[in-house]
């Protein structure tokens, strides 16, 4: 397993070690001790969650901000442009984004430490995203940032319009949005 840092060095990419052949591949999705070693974080995640998308579904800016989460995100079934904001303000990547492709195919997943909004953009027919998180889900405490808030400025691959969620049209700009300290 690798841990490759990002031009936000707190969220990782991580690359599991694949083998495959003609009847097809395996590999490790998640070793708590090898994800230890790579990524020099110890954590306890305490929730997964499976979401099916269409093409074209925009999900996010997600973020609990009283009960932060940490999430490990892969896709198992499809392809989807995730994507973490830095909403630390004493951070010197406070308001930056990094964005990575995920798929089936490549098998990355994408850390994406409590701190930070996160969202992704459907770019196949459908995908299936898995994530783990480090806390359990708080609706009382969940909050969204703008999708396209020009302030952060994010470079969605989009065709036209994103299908969205009542929640994230509504989603506040950053200069609004409640922030960590």
């Known amino acids: 397993m690798l841990a490759i840092p990002t031009a936000i060095p707190d969220v990782l990419i991580i690359e599991p070690k694949v083998f495959g052949d003609a009847r097809g591949f395996f590999f490790e999705s998640y070793n708590e001790r090898a994800f230890a070693q790579a990524s020099g974080l110890e954590l306890n995640f305490v929730q997964d969650n499976h979401s099916r998308s269409a093409q074209g579904v925009l999900r996010g800016l997600h973020y609990q901000f009283r009960q932060p989460q940490g999430k490990l995100v892969r896709v198992v079934r499809g392809s989807v442009y995730d994507v973490a904001v830095d909403l630390r303000k004493s951070s010197p990547t406070f308001g930056r984004w990094v964005g990575v492709a995920l798929s089936d195919s490549n098998h990355r997943q994408l850390w994406v430490p409590a701190g930070f ?54 989603g506040l700009p950053l200069s609004r949005a409640e922030v960590y300290a």
């Open 117 to 170: 909004a996160h969202g992704f953009l459907v770019t196949s027919e459908s995908a299936d995203f898995l994530y783990k998180t480090t806390d359990y889900y708080a609706p009382e405490h969940e909050r969204c940032i703008a999708w396209n808030d020009p302030a952060i400025g994010i470079q969605w691959p989009l065709d036209g319009a994103p299908q969205l969620s009542g929640k994230d049209q509504a």
